[in-house]
């Protein structure tokens, strides 16, 4: 294989570290794996793997599609749940599929109950309740119409009741108690069923968020669960895009599409094999910076497609063939997020297929 242009090295030790940290900090319960959205971007077969191999035993995931690609590597015996719940139709396939769905409305409650009692055996599921986020789940009416007639429960075995926070990242926000106190008010006028409520940033409220099942993804990932405190968990991405020219420019020149970066000195500028068709982002343009050698380069003009360019006019240790990190402990998501006006999840879940892929501790 031919050298690779970028490398995107992905520290599957450092998620499984950062589950551990989580599960400390969630003793009311479980910490599942969410793995949605390709685990953010950076896998979800091998990091699901690694996490099951820690001891994760519950799998939560957004689309029916996304579950079965994951279905052999997740035993039967460990809860593979589908947020986004049932698609009208699927429910064969889901039940020969054995996965959880998420149950967000009374059709797909009774629809999957029908199933379940034309199979003639309960089959597993959670019930949503929209606590604020309005945006999929039961409201307050139906749940009332649920606890008006029960019936289709029966048929279920209920695993968990949960709900999802519109803004834990913010504790002081007051509707992260409103939110909760709902839930415990909607959820008291139907059969009692174990409870799950806090994302990533929800474990770090404490016990306002206590339940019997955390579903944190975004610091698996070592995205900053605190945001308005240094980063509790560990970095878990390092990006590095190799050099491919480096030209010398007088000062004057302009480089880059709209020649919007003009040199004001006689300057060195490098050329790396990444661009927004890598997912980095366009809105990083006169905003980014890269790494060479642990010193700060910034970027020079536009964000191409397939190309970056950056003013390494003070770093002499960059060199044809070298690389640029763009990611990594000293450059994390959040950092890079920031300069682009965007949060890390995005940054994470854009990161592109061309990146030749990498992984530390495989399980
Ligand atoms: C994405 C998601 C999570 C995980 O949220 P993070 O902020 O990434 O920890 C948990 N629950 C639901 C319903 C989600 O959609």
Same mark, same amino acid.
């Given at each position: 294989?031919?050298?690779?242009?970028?490398?995107?090295?992905?520290?599957?030790?450092?998620?499984?570290?950062?589950?551990?940290?989580?599960?400390?900090?969630? =003793?009311?319960?479980?910490?599942?794996?969410?793995?949605?959205?390709?685990?953010?971007?950076?896998?979800?077969?091998?990091?699901?793997?690694?996490?099951?191999?820690?001891?994760?035993?519950?799998?939560?995931?957004?689309?029916?599609?996304?579950?079965?690609?994951?279905?052999?590597?997740?035993?039967?015996?460990?809860?593979?749940?589908?947020?986004?719940?049932?698609?009208?139709?699927?429910?064969?396939?889901?039940?020969?599929?054995?996965?959880?769905?998420?149950?967000?409305?009374?059709?797909?409650?009774?629809?999957?109950?029908?199933?379940?009692?034309?199979?003639?055996?309960?089959?597993?599921?959670?019930?949503?309740?929209?606590?604020?986020?309005?945006?999929?789940?039961?409201?307050?009416?139906?749940?009332?119409?649920?606890?008006?007639? =029960?019936?289709?429960?029966?048929?279920?075995?209920?695993?968990?009741?949960?709900?999802?926070?519109?803004?834990?990242?913010?504790?002081?926000?007051?509707?992260?108690?409103?939110?909760?106190?709902?839930?415990?008010?909607?959820?008291?006028?139907?059969?009692?069923? @174990?409870?799950?409520?806090?994302?990533?940033?929800?474990?770090?409220?404490?016990?306002?968020?206590?339940?019997?099942?955390?579903?944190?993804?975004?610091?698996?990932?070592?995205?900053?669960?605190? *945001?308005?405190? =240094?980063?509790?968990?560990?970095?878990?991405?390092?990006?590095?895009?190799?050099?491919?020219?480096?030209?010398?420019?007088?000062?004057?020149?302009?480089?880059?599409?709209?020649?919007?970066?003009?040199?004001?000195? @006689?300057?060195?500028?490098?050329?790396?094999?990444?661009?927004?068709?890598?997912?980095?982002?366009?809105?990083?343009?006169?905003?980014?910076?890269?790494?060479?050698?642990?010193?700060?380069? =910034?970027?020079?003009?536009?964000?191409?497609?397939?190309?970056?360019?950056?003013?390494?006019?003070?770093?002499?240790?960059?060199? @044809?063939?070298?690389?640029?990190?763009?990611?990594? *402990?000293?450059?994390? *998501?959040?950092?890079?997020?920031?300069?682009?006006?965007?949060?890390?999840?995005?940054?994470?879940?854009?990161?592109?297929?061309?990146?030749?892929?990498?992984?530390?501790?495989?399980?």
């Amino acid at each position: 294989m031919p050298d690779p242009s970028a490398i995107l090295t992905i520290d599957l030790d450092a998620i499984a570290a950062n589950w551990r940290d989580l599960a400390a900090r969630h =003793p009311s319960g479980p910490v599942a794996a969410v793995v949605k959205a390709n685990a953010y971007g950076l896998g979800a077969q091998p990091v699901t793997r690694r996490l099951l191999a820690e001891g994760a035993r519950h799998v939560f995931v957004a689309e029916f599609d996304e579950a079965l690609a994951l279905r052999e590597s997740v035993p039967r015996d460990v809860p593979l749940a589908v947020l986004h719940g049932l698609v009208a139709g699927a429910e064969a396939e889901a039940a020969a599929a054995g996965v959880v769905p998420v149950l967000n409305d009374l059709g797909a409650l009774r629809r999957w109950s029908t199933h379940a009692a034309a199979r003639g055996a309960r089959l597993p599921a959670i019930l949503q309740i929209d606590t604020g986020m309005n945006r999929l789940g039961l409201g307050r009416r139906e749940v009332e119409r649920l606890a008006q007639d =029960p019936a289709p429960l029966a048929a279920l075995d209920l695993r968990y009741v949960m709900t999802h926070f519109v803004a834990s990242e913010e504790p002081a926000n007051p509707l992260n108690r409103e939110q909760v106190a709902r839930f415990d008010r909607l959820r008291a006028m139907l059969p009692p069923a @174990p409870t799950s409520v806090a994302n990533s940033s929800g474990i770090f409220l404490g016990d306002v968020a206590a339940s019997d099942l955390a579903r944190p993804g975004a610091a698996l990932y070592g995205i900053n669960p605190t *945001p308005d405190a =240094p980063n509790p968990m560990r970095t878990v991405v390092t990006l590095e895009a190799r050099i491919l020219q480096i030209r010398e420019i007088e000062a004057g020149e302009s480089v880059g599409y709209n020649s919007t970066w003009v040199a004001a000195r @006689p300057s060195r500028i490098a050329t790396v094999a990444a661009g927004y068709a890598d997912g980095y982002l366009r809105s990083l343009s006169g905003r980014g910076a890269g790494l060479v050698g642990g010193r700060q380069v =910034p970027l020079a003009g536009r964000v191409s497609m397939d190309l970056l360019t950056f003013d390494v006019t003070d770093a002499p240790e960059a060199a @044809p063939g070298g690389f640029i990190r763009l990611l990594g *402990p000293d450059l994390p *998501p959040d950092a890079v997020a920031e300069r682009a006006g965007t949060n890390a999840y995005e940054i994470l879940t854009s990161l592109g297929a061309r990146y030749r892929r990498q992984y530390r501790g495989v399980a």
